[in-house]
């Protein structure tokens, strides 16, 4: 029979087919789920052997090995799923760039890493590792280095899915494309799937326009399946504006944590200084000199500042044809240039916000 004619059999005609081939009986909606599955199994088998198998052999063997039929297609299917999807690999080294003194990594690493890393422990015990997570705080203050950090510390894929991808077909499709992204992220073994700028696509519905609502509501039904599935999936969501998300998501069953990323402490921005300055040609620097100078920088602030310092430094020995060492007298030169992104008003917006939103 031709594939072409078996793959949109209605279901009644489906549990007739199934029983011609097997004997066995299904209720016409059940036969309409395993249909597609005798189809997919009976093309990955023949593949695998180099030959067709034939209807009736992948009907009953599908039916007498569901679960290892399964696992074998979803092996089958993760590079291309993981392809698809523009997986990448996160280097382990960058949960190291984040201080120890930084209130949000002994909350990731008690949290998330540990449950996830000692799951015998956290059985014994009952704890449910998070699969759903929120990071919250003012733009620039490190949330897409700390999930790329949670995946490389876990040694999962890092997938990052933005809004303008989902709105590449318009913003009709976007509830479509939602949907699809997420059906296909139910399918991988371990990964952690990042979307930023959450409240672009799950923004409150009170003043939303009708599409946007419809992806409000898409978001609300994936969210529940995704953490229903078995598989090592850890979804994390950033925004800058976390009172513009709708509320429903914001209540317990939704999302498993909710947790702010703020400013730098001197430590914090101590171990950040001190990983770009080991890219840096440097003489005579004091660090805690450049801490004091840089006091209500985030780390992107800090990053901008180091690509400033440098190519200052690439066109200094360019021109004066002379090793040129960056110092600390360079770095308060390059200061004095940048604005900090912190300021009273929004580092109080966020202490308000902590105290309103956050749940671990």
């Known amino acids: ?25 299904f209720t016409p909606d ?32 599908l039916l007498e090995n569901m679960d290892l039929a399964h696992k074998e297609f979803m092996a089958y299917r993760q590079p291309d799923l993981l392809a698809e999807m523009g997986a990448q690999t996160a280097d382990r080294e960058i949960w190291d760039t984040i201080a120890d003194s930084q209130p949000p990594k002994q909350l990731v690493e008690r949290r998330i890493i540990l ?22 705080g003012p733009p620039g203050t490190g949330k897409t280095h700390f999930v790329k950090a949670i995946a490389g510390v876990l040694s999962w894929w890092y997938i990052e899915i933005a809004p303008s991808m989902l709105m590449a077909d318009g913003a ?11 059906e296909k992220a139910r399918q991988l073994e371990e990964a952690v799937i990042f979307i930023d700028e959450f409240e672009e696509i799950a923004a409150s519905r009170d003043m939303a326009t009708r599409i946007d609502k419809s992806i409000t509501n898409e978001f609300l039904k994936q969210v529940p399946l995704l953490k229903n599935q078995g598989n090592k999936i850890l979804l994390v969501c950033a925004t800058n504006y976390i009172r513009q998300l709708d509320t429903a998501l914001l209540r317990p069953g939704r999302f498993d944590c909710i947790i702010p990323v703020g400013g730098l402490d001197d430590e914090g921005r101590k171990t950040i200084l001190r990983h770009y300055l080991s890219r840096l040609n440097t003489g005579d620097i004091n660090i805690d000199q450049i801490t004091v100078l840089t006091d209500r920088f985030t780390p992107a602030d800090i990053e901008y500042m180091f ?54």
């Open 172 to 182: 009709d499709k976007l509830g479509l494309n939602l949907r699809n992204v997420m």
């Open 115 to 136: 449950p996830l890393t000692e799951e015998k422990l956290a059985r014994k015990h009952g704890v449910v590792p998070p699969k759903t997570i929120i990071f919250f």
């Open 307 to 360: 690509q400033k310092v440098a190519q200052l430094a690439f066109e200094l020995e360019y021109t004066g044809k002379q090793d040129y060492k960056v110092t600390t007298e360079t770095f308060i030169e390059v200061v004095a240039q940048i604005t900090p992104s912190l300021t009273d008003e929004i580092i109080e917006e966020f202490r308000q916000d902590s105290a309103t939103y956050s749940r671990a």
């Open 1 to 25: 029979m031709d594939k072409n004619n078996t793959d949109t059999l209605l279901p009644e005609a489906c549990a007739s087919k199934i029983f011609e081939l097997s004997d066995s009986k």
């Open 30 to 61: 059940v036969a309409a789920e395993l249909w597609p599955k005798i189809l997919r199994h009976k093309w990955l088998v023949s593949e695998k052997l180099g030959r067709d198998i034939g209807l009736r052999t992948a009907c009953i063997d």
